[in-house]
């Protein structure tokens, strides 16, 4: 399955998330773990677009440039209370105005 989602990426260029399950006949919460693994092997990148009034993740092969440039990242910003940020490893599709681990988050940030 991985290598059908790397090969749709590369002959679309790009594919919304949305979409990918739908043209892989699976469900989303199986497609968000094989892009997941996709995403921690370093092979794609995503970014959180509106679709439609929907948010979801454009994917596209990685640039190997931003994989460096994720070495330097300072992890530290994701922590409030020695607690991580809940987006951090999140694979949900999501509308973060409407997602309570954010905001149970948020709420700690700012006690
Ligand atoms: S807002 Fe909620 S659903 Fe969206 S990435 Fe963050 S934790 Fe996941």
Redesign the pocket.
């Known amino acids: 399955m991985e290598d059908e989602i790397l090969s749709i990426i590369k002959e679309r260029g790009s594919v919304f998330q949305n979409e990918l399950w739908k043209t892989l006949g699976i469900d989303c919460r199986k497609c968000s773990r094989i892009v997941a693994r996709l995403l921690r092997k370093g092979m794609i990148e995503r970014e959180?677009v509106k679709t439609n009034g929907t948010?979801t993740y454009l994917i596209k092969m990685a640039d190997k440039k931003n994989v460096e440039v994720m070495g330097d990242f300072d992890y530290s910003v994701l922590l409030s209370n020695n607690s991580l940020?809940?987006?951090a490893g999140?694979?949900?599709?999501?509308?973060?105005e409407f997602?309570?681990?954010?905001t149970e988050?948020i709420h700690e940030l700012l006690r």
């Open positions: 959180l948010r940020a809940p987006c999140c694979n949900e599709e999501c509308e973060p997602c309570n681990s954010l988050w």
